[in-house]
């Protein structure tokens, strides 16, 4: 009888266990975690990725970007990190949510930990 209440509990925990390790590390959208400087030139937002040479056309600033430039008057970049949907090469980006803004330069050098982060592009391999 112990015995039989023994297996029982190790093939529901087992089962437990399986069923929480399948589940998946994040949502299952195409947004992603991205990073790279913003600026604004003539009146449009441009992004530049942190390991881009070129910048993209921001398809709608949010609000606080507006602000920043707007109002406070910023002239240079500012480094932002967003969550948005991947964009292939001269597609506008669309961040869907601004999670953090910098004005310091060495901003895209500091490695960020624990943020799971995927390659894009042609040669994603290459850096």
Do not use: H
Request: proline share 6%; with cysteine; hydrophobic share 40%.
């Amino acid at each position: 009888m112990f015995n039989l209440v023994k297996v029982t509990v190790v093939i529901g925990l087992s089962a437990i266990i399986t069923a929480c390790g399948s589940l998946p590390f994040a949502d299952q959208s195409s947004r992603n975690y991205q990073r790279g400087w913003v600026s604004y030139e003539e009146g449009q937002f441009f992004v530049r990725g942190c390991r881009e040479s070129e910048a993209r056309q921001l398809a709608q600033a949010p609000r606080q970007l507006e602000r920043l430039f707007n109002q406070r008057d910023v002239s240079a970049p500012l480094y932002i990190e967003w969550i948005g949907e991947p964009n292939l090469a001269g597609q506008a980006v669309e961040i869907a949510q601004l999670r953090y803004v910098s004005s310091d330069p060495l901003s895209c050098q500091i490695p960020l930990n624990d943020i799971l982060m995927q390659a894009q592009g042609v040669r994603p391999d290459c850096s």
